[in-house]
């Protein structure tokens, strides 16, 4: 089974940016959708991107968040860009089957990476 390890995060004020990284062990990660979901603390995860073929972005952070792959180095991306307070979450990567049936779903995955915290001050 594919191991998923985080890097990136930490504390950032409002506006800021900072990026993420997910790297996946294994020789198959084209075959893998990628997706980053978030939890915040009381709340339950959601989803934030994810991308296969293609690439797809929660309507929260629709053009300020961005997901990239990079499938010769085994690696997904988030990019975050005007963070805001209410992105405070722990933020994970996970992979599931290239065709699943809905990457937005956290049950298309099978694989979590160990979650890094984010924390935008005010």
């Known amino acids: 089974q594919v191991q998923l390890v985080q890097s990136g995060g930490g504390l950032v004020q409002t506006g800021g940016s900072l990026r993420l990284s997910c790297t996946a062990s294994g020789r198959t990660f084209s075959n893998y959708v990628m997706g980053w979901f978030r939890q915040a603390q009381g709340k339950e995860r959601e989803f934030v991107a994810c991308?296969?073929?293609?690439?797809f972005v929660a309507d929260s952070v629709k053009g300020r968040f961005t997901i990239s792959r990079d499938n010769a180095k085994n690696a997904v991306y988030l990019q975050l860009n005007n963070l805001k307070p209410e992105d405070t979450a722990v933020y994970s990567c996970a992979a599931g089957p290239l065709h699943a049936a809905s990457c937005t779903r956290e049950s298309s995955y099978f694989s979590w990476g160990q979650g890094t915290q984010i924390v935008v001050s005010a």
């Open positions: 991308i296969s073929e293609a690439a």
